[in-house]
């Protein structure tokens, strides 16, 4: 039995720079979302809830980077108020796509999209969670998977650590029986780079992974690109196959900046 | 001399993304009403720039994790536009239950969870379960039919990966979809009941003069395709988009806020539009309820959204499962075509209304200018308007009541923040 059965986990969710997916997962556990709210309390959650219960908080989930210099003020008071502090998806644990800037000229992205770039306060750099403020867990996932996401949870409210896979996308497409298309057909698949977690979905679709769970566990990156660059397959398609939801991850950020010689903002670049 | 009184919400609550509202007044008289939209800027269009097109449906999905098909969609369209490809039948009906699926889920989400609460002075769905057990049940197993719908066609729900330029990657197995037949058979059923209990709810009386703008087809509900239609007798192909409207940046908003190029005026898109515009498309069942709850067209009345959202789902169920019941695999699961230098274009329905893509490729494939036009920036000049409208009726209320007052209109609108940056602080100032 619990030990904090008697009062409920507060629990947390906040948003940075994000397309809402990730939280959104929690809403998606359509079987277990009412049991969750029966085992702690919601005690921050705006997109699902009016209710705002001061802090501090047993459990925060953050989504999304650091873009704005108020952000990066934001997540200081956010982990003072935070117990244990869980990063969710792409976004928050390593930049996710809107790091895409950290190649680019930031002022020029500023100019192509608004007309009046000064009324706009953003920084030139997207920036993960971690690189501001200690972080507990990281779940990665462009989106999360919403089974793991219940299984942290869970284990916190047993007072147990969670676990989370330390293998890559490769022993989950062994274990869904699909056919390798990288062997079988010269596909260019990231999952040998790439951490488990998704359930191998994009090769069962006939398609390479594209990486939305973040560099494996020991990755060897150089290898496998090298394997990929020798059968023909160009640094111009590898690219963006690197350079994506996880793009500002070091192992891909270094790899696909030695594919291209261009090097991207130091991690907490203005 | 009046004091001057400030109201603000700081954080617009049960909406996707992040927000507020300010409004200051001086005596009854509004000095400023800003909704501002304050969603750190992500700069899509700007780093879609150089990149391959067959991955610009899979980049546009992290727009929105609410309604990624919307945009995956929209910009397969405006690609295969781009490079004359034209889909078989079979593609185009698996889109359409693509479709479905995103809005039985996106729509049920917001009736059940985000809006509902409203009604009955709850402050989230949760807590709405425990007065409704059994339909807030009921709408979480109907949102998870979406779900699974969009699972096995896309192979999730958030940020489906299957969707090509031309097509799927891999076209399903018949059993894959067979096998939701029995679940969409009781959703039918369901999504009618639902709508049933959210006719009954006590709506405001409200009526709003707006311009509603919608895609309208000849022969189906919108959803992928259609001309652009106006209840002010607009009529135009979706590639003349940009000469009829255009956006603009204002101080208070991260997101740009879309208006009539000649007018400046504001217009509404969402299913309230589109069920005004559409209303003899929607399904037999969807109609016949209709009828039953006694919703008509013309209906101007923002509050009822909430119904016209309903209508909607029960229709993309009795599409879904036509669509299910008649499935064949075939082969090929795409179109290629081969690359060249070109401009396209195209027009959708995302569950919040009109999404509207532009795009410039090179000889490479390669992306080299994007434009996209989401729909809650497309809303947030008429919701700052309705707001207008609506708050001499509020002005009597405490600071906290006008607040929470506003947050109601404005959720009337589903309005998706992450997505028109690319929602709501409320401050009111009483003056
Ligand atoms: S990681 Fe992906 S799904 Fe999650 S918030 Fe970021 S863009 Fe959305
Ligand atoms: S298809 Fe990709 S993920 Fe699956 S085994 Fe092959 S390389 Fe690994």
Redesign the pocket.
Known sequence: MSHLAESKLKLAVFKFASCDGCQLSLLDCEDELLTVAGLVEIAYFLEASSTIVKGPYDITLVEGSITTPHDQQRIQEIRRQSKILITIGACATSGGIQALRNWGDHQEFLKAVYARPDYISSLASSTAIADHVKVEYELRGCPINRHQLLDVIRSLLAGSKPRLPAYG??VE??LRG?V????ARGVP?L??LTQAGCG?IC?AYDR??YTCFGPAYQANARSLIQHYRSQGITGDSLIPLLRNYNAHAPEFRDISSRLDGKFPLPMTGT | MTPSRTIQVNALTRVEGEGGLHIRLKGNVIEDLQLAIYEPPRFFEAFLRGRPLNEVPDVVARICGICPIAYQMTAVHAMENALSITVPHEIRQLRRLLYCGEWIESHVLHVHLLHAPDYFGCTSGIQLAERFPQEVTRGLRLKKHGNELLEILGGRAIHPINVAVGGFYRVPRREELARLIPDFQWGLEAAVAATRWVAAFPIPEMSRPYDMVALVHPDEYPMNEGNICSTTGLNLPFDEYENVFEEEQVQHSTALHSVYKQTRACYHVGPLARVNLNFDMLSPMAQQVAAEVGFTVPCNNPFQSIIARCLEVVHAYEEALDILQNYRPFAPARQNAAYQKAEGCAATEAPRGLIYHRYQVDEQGKVTFAKIVPPTSQNQRQMEDDLREYLPRLIHLADAQVASECERLIRCYDPCISCSTHFLKLTVDRG
Do not use: E, F, R, S
């Open positions: 996308v490769c497409c062994k699909t390798c298309i990288a062997v698949c999952g040998p191998a090769p390479g992974c």
